[in-house]
């Protein structure tokens, strides 16, 4: 790609441009440019690289530990209702709902019944070690405290939730339960069932094992019907350690397989229930965007959950498979994801469409992590890469670039074409990661702009080229960094990180507590807020856009309760300081009693204190002062921010006094609407003893909530106690 209204100057290789060049030929059109049967870009025969939106190596296995248990919990454990909730099926048969608040497990309803315990137990093999438990029949952990498990096509306990119902794999089928546990829903006879997962759009699917240790696959409905004639059969062996369904772009559900000896090391397969399945690697599972669990650990012994406390710090919980703290060391965390160690990209054929060209510089995009490298090589060659005759470059035709280096001056013979080959290494940990290539023609350096003497001498033409091109790349890296700088002053392109930066060259502070969007906001705001600083409208702009809260502000010079006799058609200096007084609405002081004044007043009778001149009285009171009002539904606003912003943004010779509404109110007092009241609906009328509303003629009878958790059926989920009450 070329960005050249012109003769292009630079070729461009990237996700979006792709990471080839392309020609036009008119037999075929535009073609990539390539050698006779080859493919471009060239990866190296063992797929260690992923070419994507970037370059990278890949994982050793497709997929790895945290991203597996970040959204595949263990069987026997599933989400429950709300954050921090989660459903533990224990290996006595027990299911234990997590309290988010307390951290608690406490056995849900149906546990308690002994018939199910007992029944459950009968038939259920232990296959978890219980903390502490040295007659456990596994062995310690191993493989770096990984979880066990029973032989392939061995029954094993399974459970899963949707919003409202809850399936438990018991010895004979599965259960289908409300969410709280409650009430039975349908009861599916389904032997060697192996593992559960609610489907998108409300059926249930089951997992079960063939005599060949392959997967089967069966739907469910609501009620326990079976929506499929006969199990689907995968080519997929056992056993199986997770089960999932999301919904894909059409209407359909995509199935999400992971098999193994246990979860953290398990393959990953995924595909529509019909087949064929594929494997799944960590991008396809990021792309699936699963809810995250939380889980960082499992082992024999239990398992680790971690979570966010109310003061946004990182808490992690350890707890045995019976739902009882365990230490931390039962848990070992997984093994960290091992890299490819090497990996390489040769580009297709770049044309600068330029005879003999001069190509100048390869400049790499890209981080290269501790650990890492990034070796460039290119070639050039004059002959058409098109040619049935065409021999591509041997091992002496390559440059190659130092050992980390990111910006190449191609030394290369001219040519009209050129090939770049990226070689990628790593230690295992970590990788480099390659955004873009930028490759740059023909050759201009500062030497364009020098005398031609320097140009005599072919040799020393090339000495001084190749030396002002040192330079002219880091004034280069300059120059782009002066064309970028007015992006830095956009708000809403700056990263995160730069935005107190751009408030202290506005004088302003963010508070800690501020979102970015907030920030940004406050940001673009600032012009108009210094232009209004000091008013009245300033001062209600800034707490709407801090606060996202409209106040009332009111001046109380406004509002005195002083009042004169006199004449109101008088105008000009004559004219009274405040309106005429109307009867019953404000007081009248005379001025031989309130103030002393020669000539006006007795001794004795009005005070002599040094006020200033009476005159200004009625304009003194209340002076300079003002009231801001908050709504009543902004309750729940920081009135210590709230106060530091009004005193930071109201003239300094002012007092304020902040009034938060919904305290009551008394008409014709102090009370405002809109601040101390509000129109909202009036409460549900409900009849009885502890009733509001009493049956009348001009009551009306409407439909309430329905009693229960789930409508009557009759034969399906019908309870008497629970759906029904007897009167």
């Known amino acids: 790609m070329s960005c050249s209204a012109g003769r292009p100057t630079f070729r461009l290789l990237n996700s979006l441009v792709g990471w080839t060049d392309v020609r036009y030929v008119s037999e075929k059109g535009w073609v990539e440019i390539v050698p006779p049967g080859a493919k471009a870009p060239l990866v190296d025969p063992d797929k260690s690289l992923d070419v994507s939106d970037v370059i990278q190596l890949t994982l050793d296995s497709g997929t790895n530990a945290p991203s597996l248990l970040g959204a595949f919990p263990p069987l026997w454990l599933a989400r429950g209702c709300g954050t921090g909730s989660w459903l533990l099926l224990t290996p006595s048969g027990t299911v234990l709902r997590r309290d988010p608040r307390t951290g608690r497990w406490c056995p849900l309803p149906f546990s308690r019944c002994d018939d199910w315990v007992e029944g459950y137990r009968t038939h259920r093999p232990v296959h978890r070690r219980h903390a502490g438990a040295s007659d456990s029949p596994l062995s310690p952990p191993s493989q770096g405290g990984e979880m066990g498990q029973k032989d392939p096509g061995t029954a094993q306990s399974a459970i899963d939730t949707s919003l409202d119902r809850l399936a438990i794999v018991t010895p004979e089928g599965v259960q289908i339960w409300t969410i709280a546990g409650e009430t039975q829903v349908a009861d599916i006879l389904l032997k060697g069932a192996t593992a559960v997962a609610f489907c998108p759009y409300g059926s249930l699917l089951v997992a079960t094992t063939a005599p ?90 239990g398992f680790a959950l971690q979570e966010t406390d109310t003061d946004g710090a990182s ?232 606060f996202d809260v409209e106040p009332v502000i009111q001046e109380l010079a406004a509002q005195r309760s002083w009042g004169a006799l006199g004449d109101s058609s008088k105008t000009g200096a004559d004219a009274p300081v405040q309106p005429i007084a109307v009867l019953g609405s404000v007081r009248l002081f005379g001025k031989a009693r309130t103030r002393f004044r020669l000539g006006h007043s007795a001794l004795g009778v009005a005070p002599m204190h040094a006020y200033g001149n009476p005159d ?112």
Not at 266 to 271: A, D, K, R, T, Y
Not at 529 to 541: I, N, V
Not at 647 to 675: C, L, M, N
């Open 315 to 546: 808490v992690t919980s350890y707890t045995s498979w019976d739902g009882c703290p365990i230490p931390a060391s039962c848990v070992p965390s997984p093994k960290p994801p091992q890299w490819k160690l090497s990996g390489s990209i040769t580009s297709g054929w770049i044309d600068s469409g330029i005879s003999r060209c001069i190509w100048h510089r390869v400049r790499v995009d890209a981080d290269m992590p501790k650990g890492t490298g990034i070796e460039i090589k290119v070639a050039t060659t004059d002959f058409d890469p098109l040619a049935a005759n065409f021999e591509g470059p041997s091992d002496s035709d390559w440059q190659t670039g130092p050992a980390g280096a990111l910006d190449l001056l191609v030394q290369q013979p001219p040519g009209q074409f050129l090939q770049v080959q990226l070689n990628l290494t790593s230690d295992g940990t970590t990788t480099p990661v390659v955004r873009s290539v930028r490759i740059d023609f023909p050759r201009r350096t500062s030497l364009d702009w020098l005398p031609a003497v320097y140009r005599e001498n072919a040799e020393a033409e090339d000495f001084t080229e190749r030396f002002l091109a040192n330079f002219d790349a880091s004034i280069g890296d300059v120059d782009a960094a002066i064309t970028r700088f007015p992006a830095l002053l956009e708000p809403d392109s700056v990263p995160s990180g730069v935005l107190p930066w751009l408030g202290s060259f506005l004088g302003v502070v963010f508070d800690p507590t501020w979102s970015d969007t907030l920030q940004r906001h406050i940001l673009k705001k600032l012009p108009q807020l210094y232009a209004q600083r000091g008013t009245l409208s300033g001062l209600m702009a800034a707490i709407k856009v801090v």
């Open 616 to 727: 200004l009285d009625p304009l003194n009171a209340e002076a300079y002062r003002f009231e801001v009002q908050i709504p009543r539904a902004s309750w729940n606003i920081d009135r210590d921010r709230l106060n530091a912003l009004i005193d930071s943004q109201k003239p300094a010779h002012t007092a304020v006094t902040v009034r938060y509404g919904g305290e009551g109110f008394v008409v014709g007092v102090w009370s405002s609407v809109g601040i101390d009241t509000a129109f909202t609906a009036l409460p549900a009328p409900v009849l009885g003893a502890s009733g509001n509303v009493r049956l009348r003629r001009t009551s009306v009878v409407a439909e309430g909530t329905p009693r229960g958790r789930l409508p009557l059926a009759i034969g399906v989920s019908s309870v008497v106690g629970v759906q029904t009450l007897l009167e």
């Open 212 to 301: 060949d240790a392959k997967i089967l696959l069966q739907r469910f409905g609501p009620a326990g019907n079976p929506l499929d004639p006969a199990p689907l059969e995968t080519t997929i062996p056992g056993p199986i350690q997770g089960l999932a369904v999301t919904p894909t772009a059409e209407v359909g559900e995509t199935i999400w397989l992971v098999t193994g000896s246990n979860l953290t090391s398990g393959v990953l397969s995924i595909g529509p229930i019909e087949g064929p399945f594929v494997a799944a690697t960590a991008d396809d599972l990021a792309k699936a965007a699963f809810p995250a669990t939380g889980l960082v650990g499992v082992s024999d012994y």
